[in-house]
């Protein structure tokens, strides 16, 4: 890889981040939504169980469901809000542990992923040669029709600069930011998402097998009625 001189960083100062609803922190209206999406879809569910809504889409009758249910609504009432109690005590938790959010260091990010991009096409070259193409012959050919092209062909050298307080300076590739903002505020949270998913499944999935598994475990919470029906 060439050693070119990289764009340099933009600096930044942090503030307070503000909470996405006025009044309230959002370490705290992290641990409330759970509460008003569950219980939310548990009325929902309800109110098609009483009212008898959409038979047709039923997966269980309403006589299966009874016969399998063998405790009350209210034990069953209780065990979730304990539950929930725990999981709200463990989130305040961590939320202790966390450092309060903060904000204006986001272009900075971007401009470390651009960086990396960057050093990236400085592999372009190689990767090229291995394969019999002379890269740096592609991109002298294309200079004039495809200049961005061409620089990446070079293995990242643009004649792109910026003014900027410490003077003239390399600049980024138009591309180059848009690559960056796509891996910085998509691609990055998205496999955190799926990661956190598939850690959240399987607890879920492991820890639902134990109930059954469990004798104990299958009469405490298995062999009882969900707020939540099945359609």
């Known amino acids: 890889m060439s050693n070119f001189t990289l764009p340099p960083l933009p600096s930044y100062t942090l503030q307070p981040q503000p909470p996405y609803v006025p009044g309230i922190p959002d370490k705290y209206l992290a641990l409330i939504l759970p509460f008003i999406a569950y219980w939310g879809l548990s009325l929902f569910f309800h109110c098609i169980d009483e009212w008898d809504l959409f038979p047709q889409y039923r997966l269980h009758t ?39 959010a903060q904000m204006g260091k986001e272009a900075y990010d971007v401009a470390i992923w651009a ?19 002379n890269a740096q012959g592609l991109s002298q050919k294309i ?39 796509a891996l910085y505020y998509l691609a990055i949270p998205a496999l955190q998402f799926v990661f956190a998913i598939m850690v959240v499944d399987t607890w879920q999935y492991f820890w639902h097998r134990a109930m059954h598994m469990n004798k104990w475990l299958y009469s405490k919470y298995i062999r009882r009625p969900s707020l939540l029906r099945s359609y």
């Open 143 to 181: 200079a004039s029709t495809w200049p961005m092209m061409s620089s990446v062909l070079a293995g990242g050298h643009y004649n792109l600069f910026q003014e900027t307080s410490q003077g003239t300076v390399p600049a980024f590739a138009p591309w180059e930011l848009l690559v960056a903002k």
């Open 115 to 133: 960086q990396r991009i960057r050093v990236a096409e400085g592999a372009v070259p190689v990767m090229l040669g291995l394969v019999g193409l």
């Open 62 to 100: 309403p006589a299966e469901v009874l016969k399998r249910n063998h405790v009350s609504r209210w034990e069953v009432f209780r065990d979730v809000v304990l539950q929930q109690i725990i999981q709200t005590m463990f989130g305040m938790f961590l939320g202790w542990l966390d450092e309060d």
